[in-house]
């Protein structure tokens, strides 16, 4: 399983990209999947989405009051 | 990487009684007719690891739908299989149960390491994952070689097939990451969100033309109500405003009314309720102002004063109509004393007649009787009896004359009474005419009397008896009309003043709209540079970054999957292509491709088998060709994949389906082989495939189990063969 999780964070670091972030993703992923497989991604990934997006449903909310 | 060194089943479909089998040579051939537990043995060792996994629609494998654990002939329906491996770091014993005869089935597992501690129920499946990481459909690709296996690898549209022999290549658990991510749809979610952001921008941008054209409108009205370009400021609405309050208030003062609490507003803030408080004021300045209260008072008399005199109209002309009809009365009967004389005198007058009649008609049958009486005395003679002259037809003469004088008397006694009778009633009728009218006349000198009363009491003045109401009436009208035509003036000058006063507060009015539309104007104008907006954007960008990195580790997870499935395809290429020549023998055939490539719609591995030319190798095959393509896949991968898999053996159910004597014969070199890598379970009825493996495999490095003699209530017999 290990290999996995090195293996992929090689793909991400040779693309340039923010690494940093992104691996902080890929633990949260790899994570959840050594937690409870490919459910628990999905549910993990679900909340995060939701936390973020959630202030965003806020914001949104007060714009359309300002309107 | 462990190996089964021992069965024992009990109990699971094709067995009764406990059944043990030991796998301690390399390769083990478990021989026997269809039916006899061959596939017993196997089902008993993936149950073992497995559980409910293997069984039901969830395995993807049609024949297990409805698959009967428990041997139905048996009771008890207890089922156990237990299993024992060995690994080089450590054994294991796995004993799963099942008690199947009771209401509610109930399943253990208990899991031993040798020399170490025993676990049981959840423990020990928790135990169970982490010696064996695999879930049922990798083992049933990458070490159960099972005829619907080989039809996932084969026959089963791309994408199954992709998945096939991702598993085949212990590859499942990048392809489990990339099924979680996608599953959690965090890329539609976006793109849903950004439909929602372009839509507030757009909202934003109508609202704006909106409200520009809005601000266009009350511009209008504004020049329309008399207000100049100058005027249209908060300042200049509040000065205004000040200005409509202290005219109202002097207005008000001015028409005697109480001021009410009304000061000029301080700001913009305050117009709308100035506006309102405004509107109140002169409303009440309409209801309230003492001339418009003493002309609806005067308006309300002048009304009294003409519904009097209307009444007054129709009493005069009820009781001259009345009082003519009794004065013609009088003058035809001169009274009622007369009228009930002349009355009276009819009535005797017929009397009279009545007695005549009576007379006449008591007379006529005594005639009758006489005439009768001459007509037996006569004897035929036609001589007189009075005078003795002879006279033709006497008799008949004399009785004609008496009926004609008789009727003439009665008829004309009938016309007399007839006419007595008819002048008789017509005087009774003119009698109660006359005391009806009589009645009417008193009743309507209480009307005028009662309606006198009223006028006295309605116009509050005091009437002398024999003062004439239809002069009264009228002089009052004339006074009611003098009245209001001095206040009419009046009441016409504060109208006009309310009016203007009216239009000045709809000045106002206008101008507070025009002033919040250009507020509004302003506020969205800003909207893009509010905290709120740089919000909206700071969230979404940190969601794209979100929905960037997602991407970014579905690109990495598949391009590493695909990294490693080449390594392992090109691996197990050689062994592929080696096999499937050996075994297939096909003429056509030099060269056989298995590659690996990216799907470009998922990015997900997409694998292809080609000839030598490069071209699509499934429609040029016969079903044995495929069996032994799919024999030596899932030989060449498991070869190859053998170091990254748990089990250290191979399951293979009937592997010489559709093959020919020589494919059989390459098929048993085949499994010498590769036992060398991993041991191998086969199951076959085919006794000439069952021979060429004994031939083939030096026999310390094989056991053969016979299955023979089974029966419903005792399984197969099993011996293990010499």
Known sequence: ?67 | MFKIARLVVEGLRGFAGPQSFEFRRPVTVLFGENGTGKSSTLNAIEWCFFGKECVGAGTGIRERVGWEVANRFRSPADVSAEVECTDPHGSFTVLRSMSAGTARRRDTLELKERDGPTFIGPEAEEKLRQLVPFQFRDFLTTTYQHQEAIRAVLVQEARERNDAIDRLLGLSDYRNILTGIENAKISKAFKDLSGEKDRIARDIDFAVRQRVRDLEDAQQRAEAAGLITDDLSGDAAVRLASQVADRITAFLEDSGLVTPEFEAPADLGQLAEFIRLARRALSRARAEIPAITRQQELLGRRNAVLRFQQTLNNLDVDRQRTTRTVRDYERAHRSQHQLEASIENIQTQESDLQMRLRELNAKAPLVKERISLLESLQDGDEKCPLCGSSVPNLLAQLQTEWEDEIGNQASGIEVEMTAKSLERQQLVRTMREWSESQKKIAELEEEFSNFRRAVAETLKLDIADGENLNDLLTRQLSSVQNSLDSVEQTVTAKMRSIGELDQLVDQVDILREFLNLSRRIERLDSIRESEEYQLLETAFQELAEFVADLDAIKRAVADASRSEADGKVTAASRLIDEYFRRTANHPGLDRVALEVDSDRRTGRNSYTFADQRGEDLFPVLSQGDMNCLALSIFLGLSAAAAKSSPFGFLLLDDPSQSLGSEEKKFLATLIKNVSDKTDIIVATMDAEFRDLLLKEIPAPDVTTYDFIDWTPDKGPVVVEAA
Not at chain 1, 20 to 47: M, N, V, Y
Not at chain 1, 53 to 61: A, K, P
Request: hydrophobic share 35%.
């Open chain 1, 1 to 67: 399983m290990n290999d996995i999780l090195d293996l992929v964070l090689e793909q991400l670091t040779g693309r340039g990209a923010d690494v940093t972030r992104q691996r902080e993703l890929w633990d949260e992923i790899f994570s959840a999947f050594e937690g409870g497989g490919p459910d628990e991604i999905s549910q993990q990934l679900k909340r995060t989405w939701d936390g973020k997006y959630g202030r965003l449903s806020d914001v949104i909310g007060e714009i359309e009051e300002l309107m």
